[in-house]
T-cell receptor, first 112, second 117 residues
């Protein structure tokens, strides 16, 4: 089991550009999440999904979009990148009704 | 609303000393509580969890935490620190999702533990 994998590990984006952060899990988890981690702020939920075709906003969704066409994949799209989106992004997954989330290794994104 | 406060963004201990990382929570419903650890340049890994069974919970790598309802606390301890314990530690509380009854985790800001020889 690879668990939760994320690509890329690092990326530098120019202001106004767009990109997609990839997330894949091989544990057949229905629930998937995207968080951003900023120093001293903990993790903030961006978007979550409870199954293929079902997504919803978290605490900080502005500037991001998601889709969930398969159980395994949950990409995060940044449109018109801004410096405020410089952060470390984590994808996580879990079984339904389980509070235990499994995290990927993260993507460190810099917007300049 | 649910929230988590971790007291001390940085904690430094000597190798072999007691580790105590503090976490206080606020919850309008009986909580489930978690401690996650993040080693440098890695994702978060579950250390231990409280899910309303025993109030003293044992986790991996010799860590344990005690749920104290009267104090709304869930402090993390380890009797003897090891150099490999240096990491960032996050306390989290479960909370209902915005809709549909699905649960999410609310994370504290984290405590960075340094262990020196």
């Amino acid at each position: 089991n690879a668990g939760v994998t994320q690509t890329p590990k690092f990326h530098i984006l120019k202001i106004g550009q767009s990109m997609t952060l990839q997330c894949t899990q091989d544990m057949n988890h229905n629930y998937m999440y995207w968080y951003r981690q900023d120093p001293g702020m903990g993790l903030k939920l961006i978007y979550y999904s409870v199954g293929a075709g079902i997504t919803d906003k978290g605490e900080v969704p502005n500037g991001y979009n998601v889709s969930r066409s398969t159980t395994e994949d949950f990409p995060l799209r940044l449109e018109l990148a801004a410096p405020s989106q410089t952060s470390v992004y984590f994808c996580a997954s879990s079984y339904p009704d389980s509070y235990e989330q499994y995290f990927g290794p993260g993507t460190r994104l810099t917007v300049t | 609303a649910q929230s988590v406060t971790q007291l001390g963004s940085h904690v430094s201990v000597s190798e072999g000393a007691l580790v105590l990382l503090r976490c206080n929570y606020s919850s309008s419903v009986p909580p489930y509580l978690f401690w996650y650890v993040q080693y440098p340049n890695q994702g978060l890994q579950l250390l231990l969890k409280y899910t309303s069974a025993a109030t003293l919970v044992k986790g991996i790598n010799g860590f344990e935490a005690e749920f104290k309802k009267s104090e709304t606390s869930f402090h993390l301890t380890k009797p003897s620190a090891h150099m490999s314990d240096a990491a960032e530690y996050f306390c989290a509380v479960s909370a209902p999702m915005f809709s549909g009854g699905y649960n999410k985790l609310i994370f504290g800001a984290g405590t960075r533990l340094a262990v020196h020889p």
